[in-house]
DNA sequence: AAAAAAG
């Protein structure tokens, strides 16, 4: 039976290598659903077939925590060649507040990073740009655990952070400090190592930065080794992505404006000399992603001998399969210095069990703070499952999208973000909606650094108020005004399902996150149940008939699967699982919600448990 | 099996 257009096109175009897909039609084939005479087939899904008994996951994975293999001295006295090197320089003579020599920066004029805030404060509608709606964080659940935590603050003011940091904070038009932001920055400032899960929007990239530049200047750091060529930052910050780090450096660069704190970004796909030549002005503050510091360690272009701060952004991704040896080589196994003499700050919205207890490696007598998500589990992101064959997929998409910009989803044009699985899909589906006069641009690792950036920009902008995306703009880009997350292909991994539903709902504001289901995404069936009911969703009845098979497909393909779905809970805190040695069981201690001085009580909900 | 991250 034939189902749709997409279904003839399917064998006329595109006839090479496009496998199961369907092609794309040719010019102008799209045809509006109320121009149509079919029938869609995501009304009735065929019924899932007879139950069987799933397997248990194994989970018995004990990680004690691992020697720490550190190489002496943090500091070889003996480099000689003290080259009066031109440029690199300032942080050797500084310290103390404000005293790095405010606004002039080696003879370079600091640029305003505020200044184009004020054209775009005249082209984005006012009520766009007022940053965060706080009454969204409200009655927000926080949990923290771990000995001795300090308590949170209500206003920045409470918080010694310096005048120069204080400016900025006021140009950046922050009133009060997030949830994430009052219990982190006095937990960071204390000296403390800390786990976070917030969900990014919620004001993480300041909750980190603002206690390791406010810890910069306080801290007299006059002396630095010099030799010649190599970079010594004290505080060093890691991200999975390139616009990541180039959107943590952006910010990082407000939030230190005329403090003297230098922050410099390095990542791969750039030209290297550029990066090199920021490098040699010295920097304090380096923000990374792994490939490139690992380039740049073994060039001996930057050591990690006087690392005082270690932040990991995404920190769940970050240690994950594909990037863990890349991050305990930086960590462990270069020049950084341990745990307990740096201070290391993880952050992610989500935190695995299994990956927490890699991360207590990284960690020294840590806090563990958990704060409700702004947006996935309130009622900010709408979420929908629709039934849609794969055949459907793309006619669907664009019925949805047709429909959007008839209604105009909200007021103007808000911003469309289309995930797919491979990086194939993404330019084919890409070509297939610019045919159909869907103005749309792509995101994936294939392409170059520069299309990529370009890409994000002209979405961003609303040149092409679609962008189509693989993983790679799942995690923590800050997009204004995404109003749509469309999974057209679903994950396999819930918790990159909540990071890419993340883009859209941020900062207090709505968003609809639309997914689109079949056959191939059973095991996805339960975990999307599951969340999308924690999150008062209305769940399809068909869905919950999937989800009652609670299908685990061959074993633990998903390490991260195992119980508390929203990674909001500290480790230690399961006693069956935890034989290691920082155990802190008796949760009494001074965790908890005694603290909050908000108004929920116990009421802490299912997301919690 | 895929994506990301060095060149």
Redesign the pocket.
């Known amino acids: 039976m034939r189902t749709s257009w997409a279904d003839s096109a399917d064998n006329s175009a595109n006839g090479s290598g496009n496998t199961n897909a369907s092609a794309c039609p040719p010019r102008g084939a799209y045809v509006p659903p109320h121009l149509r005479n079919r029938t869609l087939s995501s009304e009735a899904p065929p019924p899932p077939p007879a139950a069987h008994p799933a397997p248990l996951p194994v989970n018995d994975r004990v990680n004690h925590g691992g020697q720490v293999t550190h190489q002496g001295g943090y500091f070889k006295a003996d480099h000689g060649r003290q080259q009066q090197q031109q440029g690199y320089g300032s942080s050797f003579q500084s310290g103390g507040w404000n005293g790095r020599g405010v606004g002039r920066e080696r003879g370079r004029r600091e640029v305003n990073p505020f200044e184009n805030d004020e054209a775009e404060d005249l082209s984005i509608s006012e009520q766009e740009n007022t940053g965060i709606n706080f009454d969204a964080y409200d009655d927000i659940p926080v949990e923290t655990s771990g000995e001795n935590v300090p308590p949170p603050v209500n206003t920045f003011a409470e918080i010694d952070l310096g005048d120069a940091l204080n400016q900025n904070i006021q140009r950046c038009k922050y009133v009060k400090p997030t949830p994430v932001q009052r219990y982190a920055i006095p937990i960071s400032l204390s000296g403390r190592d800390l786990m976070a899960c917030a969900q990014t929007g919620s004001g993480k990239t300041a909750a980190f930065c603002f206690p390791i530049i406010s810890g910069i200047m306080r801290e007299q750091y006059n002396q630095r080794p010099r030799v010649a060529r190599t970079a010594f930052p004290l505080a060093l910050i890691l991200s ?4 990541l780090s180039c959107q943590i450096h952006d910010e990082a660069k407000k939030f230190s404006y005329q403090t003297g704190v230098k922050v410099v970004v390095a ?4 030209p ?1 000399t550029q990066q090199l030549r920021e490098l040699e002005r010295g920097v304090d503050i380096l923000v ?8 740049l360690l ?1 060039r001996a272009r930057v050591s990690l001998q006087m690392i005082r701060y270690l932040a990991l952004d995404e920190a769940d991704r970050m240690l ?4 863990e040896p ?1 991050i305990r080589k930086i960590v462990e196994q270069m020049d950084m210095p341990p745990p307990g003499i740096r201070q290391t700050l993880l952050f992610s919205a989500t935190f695995p069990k299994e990956i927490q207890r890699l991360a207590s490696d990284f960690l020294s007598s840590y806090v563990f703070l958990a704060v409700g998500r702004v947006g996935s589990s309130t009622d900010l992101i709408a979420q929908r499952v629709e039934y849609v064959l794969d055949s459907d997929k793309r006619s669907h998409l664009m019925d949805l999208l047709h429909a959007q910009r008839e209604t105009g989803i909200d007021g103007k044009q808000g911003l469309t973000l289309v995930f797919v ?5 993404a330019d084919a589906l890409e070509h297939c909606l610019c045919v159909n006069g869907f103005p749309a641009a792509s ?4 392409r170059t650094q520069q299309e990529r950036e370009l890409a994000l920009r002209s979405f961003k902008t609303g040149n092409t108020p679609i962008l189509v995306a ?3 703009a799942a995690r923590g880009l800050d997009i204004p005004r995404v109003a749509h997350v469309v999974n057209f292909d679903l994950p ?2 819930i918790d990159d399902y909540v990071h890419r539903i993340g883009r859209t709902g941020r900062a207090g504001k709505m968003g609809l996150a639309t997914a689109f289901f079949n056959e191939g995404n059973l095991s996805m069936a339960k975990p999307l149940a599951d969340l999308m009911q924690e999150a008062n969703q209305e769940v399809p009845a068909w869905l919950t008939r999937y989800a009652a098979r609670a299908t685990y497909s061959g074993g633990h ?1 998903n390490r991260r699967s195992g119980g508390s779905r929203f990674g909001g809970r500290d480790f230690r805190k399961d006693g069956s699982l935890n034989k290691g040695t920082t155990d802190f069981h008796g949760g009494g201690t001074g965790g908890g919600y005694g603290n909050y001085g908000g108004g929920y009580g116990q009421g802490v909900t299912s997301a919690w448990d």
């Not at 999975?240 to 616009?243: H, L, M, S």
């Not at 990374?288 to 380039?295: E, I, K, Q, Y």
């Not at 995101?443 to 294939?446: E, K, M, P």
Request: charged share 35%.
């Open positions: 999975p992505t390139r616009e990542y791969g796909g750039a290297i990374a992603t792994p490939g490139r510091l690992v380039d073994e994950d399969m594909g990037f890349q699985e491979t990086k194939k899909g995101i994936h690792g294939d693989t993983d790679v396999n991994d393909r």
